[in-house]
Structure formats: structure tokens, C-alpha cells
């Protein structure tokens, strides 16, 4: 049972950056494709990113292309965000979870991180 603990959320104004984690522990980290998810409040989970088992391919929803980008770090069983240029409407609980393409697979949810960007 793969256990994710996201962390990195926090306060920041509009234009800044963030960069989330999300360790894994408890399977074979890099026989699985990694995806971040978000839900605000009041909203669906929706997806944000993904990246496959070697890292060569990453894919990203039209609202962060450009601006967010997922990468891991196979040898310490973590997959990242690094996120710029936030805007108040990326404010949500981000979540990072085990897909195929952009669904989620396997059930493997962390407690997620909050993001909250002030105008």
C-alpha cells in the first residue's frame, strides 16, 4: 500500500511561486505514473499534471501550461510542482496520486497541501 505525503503549500501573493513535494513510501515509486490533482472549495478534484514512470513525458492542463511544471526524483521517491506566476485562482488543496493518463488510479490520496494566493 503506497503511502503520499504532500507538502510545500503555503501563503503567497499573486506572480509568486511555490514548489510542492510529495514523498512516497510503501511500493516500487518508479513503477508508477505520478499526476498532482487540485480541489477548491466548493469544486472538483481536477487534474493539473502528470508525468510517466521514467520522467521523459509530462502533460499539463491548459490552466497551468506554461506555467507549472512536474518533475521526480526517482532515487528519492518524489514527485514535485514547481509552480509561478500564481494566480488567486490556483488556490486549492493540491493532491498528488498514482495515474494512468489523467486519472487517478489505485486510490492513493495524501492529507494534501494547501495553496492560497492573495491578489
Known amino acids: 500500500q503506497m503511502q503520499l505525503v504532500e507538502s510545500g503549500g503555503g501563503l503567497v501573493q499573486s506572480g509568486g511561486s511555490l514548489r510542492l513535494s510529495c514523498a512516497a513510501s510503501g511500493g516500487t515509486f518508479s513503477n508508477y505514473h505520478m499526476g498532482w490533482f487540485r480541489q477548491a472549495p466548493g469544486k472538483e478534484r481536477e487534474f493539473v499534471a502528470r508525468i510517466i514512470r521514467g520522467g521523459v513525458y509530462t502533460s499539463y492542463a491548459d490552466f497551468v501550461k506554461g506555467r507549472f511544471t512536474i518533475s521526480r526524483d526517482n532515487t528519492k521517491n518524489t514527485v514535485y510542482l514547481q509552480m509561478n506566476s500564481l494566480k488567486p485562482e490556483d488556490t486549492a488543496v493540491y493532491y498528488c496520486?498514482?495515474?494512468?493518463?489523467?486519472?487517478?488510479?489505485?486510490?492513493?490520496w495524501g492529507q494534501g497541501t494547501q495553496v492560497t494566493v492573495s491578489s
Open positions: 496520486t498514482t495515474v494512468i493518463g489523467d486519472t487517478p488510479v489505485g486510490n492513493y
